[in-house]
């Protein structure tokens, strides 16, 4: 089974800095997606950013940004000029073929002023 | 497009009572999932389903859980007896059965049962 850990139950980071959140995954598979979602205390789940395990370019999607390391099996989120609204769980995400997903346990993220 | 719509959007129940949560997919997708919450565990899978059919229920904590989806606009998830710890925030999501592309979640169901 695909696990997805995150191991940083809770990070905080200055209004305007940047920041980066961890992610690992465990798989057999060569097909497959990541993403990260954000929920904010409103408890809405909100799609980040995603990328595909066959291209090899990172995904940008304005501040966020990922590193993907296919060979070590990692997927880190940074978040550049870190504003207030950012705080939130972010969690990691995992998908492979027929559409299984399955999330990390979740990074606190407090954005402070 | 309304997006996922869960009922109810609270839940309190007393133990041993049978509970419904219900679960309208955004249309035109057609894999539907059911995710429960809670601090210590997580965001876990319970099951999903591709074009109406279970595909992987292993998530399924025990056999008072139970999940139906009838047709495409509509699935259920039944707890039956409830127990104090079912209390959890449960989400349905959706998305096309095409690989990759995104889960859109509903608001949840918060389910308190005392």
């Known amino acids: 089974a695909q696990t997805v850990t995150q191991s940083q139950p809770e990070m905080s980071v200055q209004e305007a800095e940047t920041v980066t959140l961890s992610c690992t995954y465990d798989?057999?598979?060569?097909?497959?997606?990541l993403f990260w979602y954000k929920q904010p205390p409103s408890r809405q789940m909100i799609l980040v950013i995603r990328q595909e395990a066959y291209k090899q370019q990172n995904a940008t999607e304005n501040r966020f940004s990922v590193n993907f390391q296919k060979a070590a099996k990692s997927f880190s989120l940074k978040i550049s000029d870190s504003q207030l609204g950012d705080t939130a769980m972010y969690f990691c995400a995992f998908m492979k073929r027929y559409n299984d997903m399955r999330f990390g346990a979740g990074t606190r993220l407090t954005v402070k002023p | 497009d309304a997006g996922v719509i869960q009922s109810p959007r609270h839940e309190v129940t007393e133990m041993g009572q049978e509970v419904t949560l219900r679960c309208k997919p955004i249309?035109?997708?057609?894999?539907l999932f059911w995710y429960r919450q809670t601090m210590m565990r997580g965001l876990e899978l319970l099951i999903y389903?591709?074009?109406?059919?279970?595909?992987?229920d292993s998530g399924m904590p025990e056999d008072r859980f139970s999940a139906k989806m009838p047709n495409a606009s509509f699935s259920t998830l039944k707890i039956q007896p409830s127990e104090p710890r079912d209390s959890a925030v449960y989400f349905c999501a959706s998305s096309f059965y095409r690989g990759g592309t995104e889960a859109f979640f509903g608001q949840g169901t918060r389910l308190t049962v005392v």
């Open positions: 249309s035109g997708h057609n894999s």
């Open positions: 798989t057999s598979e060569n097909n497959y997606y």
């Open positions: 389903f591709n074009n109406n059919v279970p595909i992987d």
